[in-house]
């Protein structure tokens, strides 16, 4: 099946469209977002209706038919030419995301070469059939298969916004579905592109994307032609998404919120360590769902501990992401991520806890870095288990180093949280690192790092950070269903 090329051949940055059944589509109106270092308005881009909801369902249906059965070697190949494009286009995508979501150029090149790597490494997964009952019984053979759903839908967020995009739109059509993308209205740009630029290796109707606002979400979830929903936010919105879900049994992948800790024992070294864990837990502004949210250091090495990761941050310049490499903070994407972490700055002050680095006054922060949304790093010293800060999940550049001294409460208390996506442990005893990471409540465990992904690797959430599996095998049958088949000879009975 040849794709459709009524798409332009060169991607035009400046101008934004739906992509629904192989075409570039206008709307009647539309949306900008604002920069978030500078406050002016980025391009428009479309606010989406039902009428083209539909159109984008009713493409994707009559399109996923034929795309099911698409060789699996083809697939594969569609999305390593995806990946090889977007690298080609690498500088115009990093530019484009430090307008739309606010992070240095240094790190939206990251974010590119990540997004690159992560289409490659799903292009090589496999999901062949398992063989249940055939050597023993040579007449009957008994396997299951996994089968596409058929149309799937992922909803982006807007902290890693094309990252997160291919991390849905792989799995999706590898394993034989069409792709609907929804990228948040606070950086919508870089999905748009991603699924324009898709119309050279992909059938029409395979990928496409909509632009909208928050009333576009639930008409995609409730859509009776969607059959499988994968959204990344926070554990409110997941919540609504399920529900709606629920209503036409989709099968739904949720990735929520976290409050990610890092254990950091005796043995480590605070000079080596606390840049590093400081660094975890600032990157993108500190918005990243498995961003280090907590640090619990030993009380042994507390005081170095905090020094070390007080120094550290002194050195971060803050600033517009295309102001100079030197830059490696960007302000909070949005005004109301901004006004939340405000809120949170101010109920530190106000419960008198000591911000050992940093100001809760965000005027000093605008004063150096320009008039955007730009919030100075803090790290609050030791405040109690029950604050806010400690409790809650910032998704801003502060956070809380905590002290501890007996490894069984430690536990007990990275434990007591409602969220249970991410934890790490720092030290150089492996039999302790393996001892403390057992019994933590989280999907992923990292030892001496912390927030490292890959193709191949399942990423889930415990308790209320998720349901379900991205990544890996697990995540490539999240787009599928089982269906097993016995087959007996009926010549042979």
Known sequence: MAPDRTAPQRLDFGAYYNVIGGRLATTTRTLASKNPSTLADNPPFPLSTADDVDQAVEAARSAAAQWAHTAWSERQAALVALA???????????????HEQGKPLWLARHEVAEAVRLLRGTAQLE?????IESVEAPYRRVFSRHVPLGVAVGIVPWNYPLYLAVGKLGPAVLAGNAFVLKPSPFTPYTGLKLAELAQRFFPPGVVQALGGDDRLGPLLTAHPGVDKVSFTGSTDTGKKVMAACSQTLKRVTLELGGNDAAVVCRSVDPAVVGPKVALLALINSGQICIAVKRVYVH????????AAMIAFVKTLKLGDGLAGDDVMLGPVTNELQFAKVKDLL?????????????????ASADAAAGKGFFIAPAIVDNPPDTSRIVVEEPFGPVFPVLKWSDEADVVRRVNDTAAGLGASVWTTDMGQASRIGKQLKAGNVWINTH?????????????????GVAFGTDGLKSYCNVQTVYMTHLDKE
């Open 127 to 131: 999901l062949p059939d398992t063989e």
């Open 451 to 467: 927030g490292e992904l890959q193709a191949n690797a399942p990423f889930a959430g415990h308790k209320a950070s998720g349901v």
């Open 84 to 98: 090889g494009a977007v690298e080609e286009l690498s500088d115009d995508f990093a530019k484009l995301l430090v």
């Open 299 to 306: 009380a042994s090495i507390f005081d170095a501990m905090l």
């Open 346 to 362: 101010a109920d530190i002050t106000a419960q008198g806890q000591t911000i050992a680095v940093g100001s809760a006054d965000v």
